[in-house]
């Protein structure tokens, strides 16, 4: 929020901003009645479901949310405690009469952020038309208007949703011992009571409640997962779990402290889908995804299709019913035979399930994963610019056709999002601009970190060479 001019701005899925520089009450409100305002006249009547998380105000902004869209007519209910992102998504998903969704949170961001995201009616992302039309229509006054809204539970049916998805019995069987890190986030006592629930020896982290998440940010990468990955070793655990502030994202740690990568896990989670869950079908990923998921793909028999970055694009492959699942860049992973949105708690389950079923540790199956598919190092630069340069490249990009990089003959050049070189060893380079900032991002895989590098280096200097 701008506040100079009170102007509102959305992102790619709703409306996030720091609590010192625009995000409060007022904010939420002109939000909230303008979607009432646009919800009421598509759907009259029509059920909306508010869900929040743990972050300072959430309840609050929630309510607030709730009272101003149910002032139109709507039918509004309201989680009776924080949960997670893909629990609200759930219940819009299994009720007809639904028509879209608030969620109150920042998800991975630190706790100085406050965020408002909205879902359609079955809990997938909205267009971005729609967050167009809800801009245009923000007004630059909060309503005084409130109606009344239901507080319910939107969680235990979602939650054993999930307990049926996957097998119980060799779960209770193994009796694994499980770190569970919902990193004071939506996910908190959530997934540990649904892994005690299967018979799972759970020990809970991040637990009290916090407004500042303990000084750590909701992001289940390192240096964050780091409490995680030494709690595993301290007690002698068989994997790690950590979900993001709202749950919808999630990643593993093995019995030696060790996050797994995006393209070792999301390979593992594609087998257990096939081969324990009968799924055959398409894989959809982002053109910044590892080559790794594509190879694990093939060999199962699958074919993979490659959307721009932005789960949007996902989501959009998912309503063709052969897609069996959906990747972004950092491990968001949605299956849609149980949502068609990305699932934290459910890639945490299909982690247990398939640890349960081999009877192996997490690392001896990354060993045998990568023996069979073999290894690739992976890693992202960002190039900060000023915003007349980094429009200026903008500009030039789409005519750039690089001969070589970093002495080596792409045999493919694309443009579908910024510009994306192949090779023929399943090496790659994407040079992408940010939608949001004056920030290039360059992205590089290849078979070890000495040719990656060369390669980011090589994307950067065309970067550079070009502005």
Known sequence: ?????????????????????GFDADGVARVADALGLIWADAAPGGTIYVGYDTRHGSRGFAQLAA???????????????????????WCCSRDESAYGAVIITASELSCEYGGLLVRGRDGGPVPRSFLDQVEQAVSLAPTTSRG?????????????????????????????????????????????????????????????????????????????????EQAVIA???????????????????????????ARVLVPMLLGNLVMSHGAHGRVVTTLTCSACIA??????????????????????????????????????????????????????LLAVEMLA??????????????????????????????????QAFRNVLPGLNPGTLAGRVPVEVSHADGLRAQFDDDAWVLIRPSRTSSVVRVYAEASDCVSRDALLSAACDLVRADV
């Open 295 to 348: 190879r694990e793909a093939s060999r199962l028999g699958c074919e993979t299709t490659q959307v721009p970055v932005g789960f949007s694009r996902i989501y959009r492959e998912t309503l063709d019913a052969d897609v069996i699942m959906g990747v972004e860049e950092y491990g968001g992973v949605c299956v849609p035979a149980h949502l068609r949105e990305r699932d934290g708690i459910l890639v945490c």
């Open 67 to 89: 009272s101003v869209i149910a002032s139109y007519g709507l039918v509004v209910k309201v989680s009776d405690g924080p949960c997670p992102t893909p629990a609200v998504a």
């Open 1 to 21: 929020m701008d506040r100079r001019s009170d102007i509102i701005r959305f992102g790619v899925d709703g409306w996030k901003a720091r609590f010192d520089d």
């Open 148 to 228: 009344a809204f239901e507080e319910c539970d939107l969680v235990s049916a979602y939650l054993a949703d999930l307990a049926a998805f996957v097998d119980g019995d060799s779960i209770a069987r193994r009796r694994p011992r499980i770190v569970v890190d919902a990193m004071c986030g939506a996910g908190t006592t959530h997934l540990a009571r649904l892994l005690s629930d299967l018979g799972c020896e759970v020990v809970e982290m991040h637990v009290e409640p916090r407004e500042d998440f303990g000084g750590i940010h909701p992001d289940p990468r390192d240096p964050w997962a780091d409490a995680c």
């Open 235 to 261: 007690h002698e655990a068989d994997m790690g779990l950590l979900l993001d502030g709202d749950a919808d994202r999630a990643s593993v740690v093995d019995e030696k402290g060790e996050l797994l990568p």
């Open 357 to 390: 079923r081999s009877g192996k540790t997490m690392s001896t199956m990354t060993s045998e994963l990568e023996a069979i598919i073999g290894t690739m190092s992976y890693a992202r630069r960002d190039l900060r610019l000023d915003p007349a340069v980094s």
